[in-house]
């Protein structure tokens, strides 16, 4: 995917494997890594695996850089699958919720995102789907959280 030499594609992760470049000791501390050094930020299939992924929102807001773009995929269906735990699932309230947390520009938030006309597709599936976030970070530096004094919910179109 990032074969191009216009990109630089850094993979982490917790363990030593395939395509991991980073592998951090604590999975809440991320400080080995400089903040603002990232154009892009890419989370798939992983925030229903971290028990507090509020914690790994806020690294990955943290070391994206001033308009640089995150994509968080996350599952909004699927049965238990624990490696090693297996804490959530997401709806597109939820992928908004974790922009807003740490002041993101929302994009694009979808659960079930599909093709027009892709149910008589094989690979759709009412229950087993994912939520996706595409959001930018509109500052430099560590993340600007909302003000839980001052904040109101307020859905989403």
């Given at each position: 995917?990032?074969s191009?030499?216009?990109?630089?594609?850094?993979?982490?992760?917790?363990?030593?494997?395939?395509?991991?470049?980073?592998?951090?000791?604590?999975?809440?501390?991320?400080?080995?890594?400089?903040?603002?050094?990232?154009?892009?930020?890419?989370?798939?299939?992983?925030?229903?695996?971290?028990?507090?992924?509020?914690?790994?929102?806020?690294?990955?807001?943290?070391?994206?850089?001033?308009?640089?773009?995150?994509?968080?995929?996350?599952?909004?269906?699927?049965?238990?699958?624990?490696f090693?735990?297996?804490?959530?699932?997401?709806?597109?309230?939820?992928?908004?919720?974790?922009?807003?947390?740490?002041?993101?520009?929302?994009?694009?938030?979808h659960?079930?995102?599909?093709?027009?006309?892709?149910?008589?597709?094989?690979?759709?599936?009412?229950?087993?789907a994912?939520?996706?976030?595409?959001?930018?970070?509109?500052?430099?530096?560590?993340?600007?959280?909302?003000?839980?004094?001052?904040?109101?919910?307020?859905?989403?179109?």
């Amino acid at each position: 995917m990032f074969s191009d030499s216009n990109y630089e594609y850094d993979g982490l992760d917790m363990e030593e494997g395939p395509n991991v470049d980073i592998v951090i000791e604590r999975p809440y501390d991320w400080s080995t890594i400089k903040t603002d050094s990232y154009d892009i930020v890419i989370s798939g299939q992983a925030f229903e695996h971290i028990e507090f992924f509020w914690i790994t929102m806020s690294e990955m807001t943290r070391i994206l850089k001033k308009d640089g773009l995150m994509c968080i995929i996350a599952p909004n269906g699927f049965r238990e699958h624990r490696f090693p735990v297996d804490c959530y699932r997401f709806f597109s309230d939820g992928m908004i919720a974790l922009a807003r947390y740490v002041s993101l520009e929302i994009l694009h938030a979808h659960t079930n995102c599909a093709p027009i006309n892709s149910i008589e597709k094989e690979w759709f599936s009412e229950k087993n789907a994912d939520s996706i976030l595409v959001a930018r970070k509109e500052y430099e530096g560590s993340p600007r959280f909302i003000d839980v004094k001052t904040y109101q919910c307020i859905p989403a179109n």
